[in-house]
């Protein structure tokens, strides 16, 4: 249970973490105007509704793939969007490159959500025999409420210390994004060996007794 509510945290710190400084970001290395930093912000939330969609008919419709792989699968490939926005930044501040990197962002996050949701309503009720559905995805979702809220708070400390002692305000954002990504690929591998362990053992989900 614990394992479980520690997934949901890192994974969910990793998801918002972008949250308060993608369109500082856009704005100041990318010279969007903040209306059109907006609309970035606006194509990502976008991109996130279209990855939810194509993984309930992946999973509903085409029998393609389970929630925890495409929980895996968001993970991994919202690292590589972030990784790609933090190069754009420190190399080439294209602002069409840009939009395609969050707009693919927008949509791994979507299939990471419909991923996460998908396999903590099944893992929700697997283990022991008692009726702890209800405690358990309430303890998933406070651990998801406290992520939303230190996600924003350590993306924008982390941006100003960097900041203090890079004069280039391109890597210490790059850098953030590097940590959200590398926060993702450790989400994915943690969320592998979770997945398999509750698959092979009888273990307690949820609240420890």
């Known amino acids: 249970g614990r394992f479980i509510t520690f997934f949901v945290f890192l994974s969910m710190t990793a998801f918002f973490m972008q949250e308060v400084i993608l369109e500082p970001f856009a704005g100041k290395i990318f010279k969007l105007t903040p209306g059109e930093s907006t609309a970035l912000s606006g194509m990502k939330d976008g991109g996130s509704i279209l990855g939810i969609i194509f993984v309930i008919l992946c999973i509903s419709t085409f029998k393609l793939g389970s929630e925890k792989f495409w929980l895996i699968t968001g993970c991994l490939i919202s690292a590589v969007s972030l990784f790609l ?3 754009l930044g420190v190399s080439l501040a294209d602002q069409a490159l840009l939009k395609i990197a969050v707009l693919t962002l927008g949509i791994a996050n979507g299939v990471f959500t419909a991923g996460i949701l998908g396999t903590m309503m099944k893992l929700a009720s697997e283990g022991q025999t ?4 209800g405690t358990r995805m309430g303890l998933w979702g406070a651990s998801q ?6 996600a924003a708070l350590i993306s924008t400390s982390l941006v100003d210390i960097f900041s203090s002692f890079i004069n280039q305000p391109a890597m210490s954002y790059g850098m953030v994004f590097s940590i959200q990504g590398m926060l993702f690929i450790l989400s994915a591998f943690f969320g592998i060996y979770i997945i398999n362990k509750s698959q092979t053992t009888d273990i307690t989900l949820g609240m420890v007794n």
Do not use: P
Not at 145 to 150: E, K, N, P, S, T
């Open 130 to 133: 008692e009726n702890r559905e």
């Open 85 to 87: 926005i933090c190069v």
């Open 145 to 150: 409420a406290y992520a939303a809220g230190i």
